[in-house]
């Protein structure tokens, strides 16, 4: 009788705990409601103030689309294509006919405490009109042409090498002008130097190279690749202001009726300097 009792005794032991079941159970059906939980939820996560909104959205969280409205709110552009989405084991993967290829977002940790994101490298080829959705002053302008974004690997928020993005704009264009095109332009946004004075280094407490991990300012400069058009800036992203000044004026090799094509275009851009404009932001 003492061996039929520690038997039983024993399996008692061995049996799951019934807050064991429950919490599995719970889980479960979390996941199986995630699983097909509508896309337009995200709706609901998008901050109404922000420069994008979520105009619609089909299929669920996990494997969907979206139709996206880049501006401010009351002057937004609604994009042509949506971006459609897939989860895997890896992350998300993001696809859209402008994109160069699929893109792969997924959370990530930086230290134990902080939340952020890994990023896969990538391309991107825009219209350049789609500017104008982010109102004054580059709405006055009417940008045409074509943008073409590129972007490094992020790996937990920070960008593998110093350079954090390149944005070519190709055959420029402005409604302000009737020189077409006005050029080829390139911004570069590199990783600054920090308050140690070092630039994607060793900082001097001995710590390791902190890359893009926001706690240094973001060098940007403006260049001309081309075209009787000559612009050039530079500028510091600190995290929360972009401070951008610089100069634009035709070209040396600019033909007389170039000059005087571009004439209306400058007095717009900024303030005039003879045949210069100096034109600044975040003063």
Request: charged share 15%; aromatic share 6%.
């Amino acid at each position: 009788m003492e061996l039929l009792d520690n038997w039983r005794a024993r399996r008692a032991a061995d049996a799951p705990r019934p807050y064991a079941l429950i919490v599995a159970g719970v889980l479960v059906a979390l996941a199986a409601a995630l699983a097909v939980l509508p896309a337009r939820w995200l709706m609901r996560f998008v901050d109404d103030d922000g420069l994008y909104a979520i105009v619609d959205a089909s299929g669920t969280i996990w494997n969907g689309t979206a139709l996206l409205a880049l501006g401010p709110a009351g002057a937004r552009r609604t994009l042509p294509q949506p971006v459609s989405w897939q989860w895997t084991w890896h992350g998300v993967m993001l696809s859209h006919p402008w994109l160069g290829g699929a893109v792969r977002l997924a959370p990530a940790w930086r230290g134990l405490a902080t939340p952020t994101f890994s990023l896969s490298a990538g391309t991107m080829r825009l219209p350049a009109d789609i500017l104008s959705a982010f109102g004054s002053p580059v709405n006055t302008l009417a940008p045409g042409g074509n943008l073409e974004l590129r972007w490094p690997d992020y790996d937990a928020g920070v960008a593998r090498g110093p350079e954090l993005l390149q944005v070519q704009w190709r055959d420029a264009s402005s409604a302000l002008s009737i020189v077409r095109p006005l050029g080829s332009y390139r911004l570069q946004a590199v990783q600054g130097k920090g308050s140690n004075g070092k630039s994607n280094g060793k900082s001097n407490d001995g710590g390791n190279d902190r890359g893009s991990d926001g706690g240094d300012d973001v060098q940007v400069t403006l260049t001309t690749l081309n075209g009787p058009l000559k612009v050039q800036a530079i500028g510091v992203w600190n995290g929360r202001r972009l401070t951008l000044n610089g100069s634009a004026e035709p070209d040396a090799g600019a033909s007389d009726s170039a000059r005087a094509g571009l004439d209306t275009l400058l007095s717009a851009i900024g303030r005039r300097n003879g045949p210069q404009s100096v034109f600044g932001t975040g003063q």
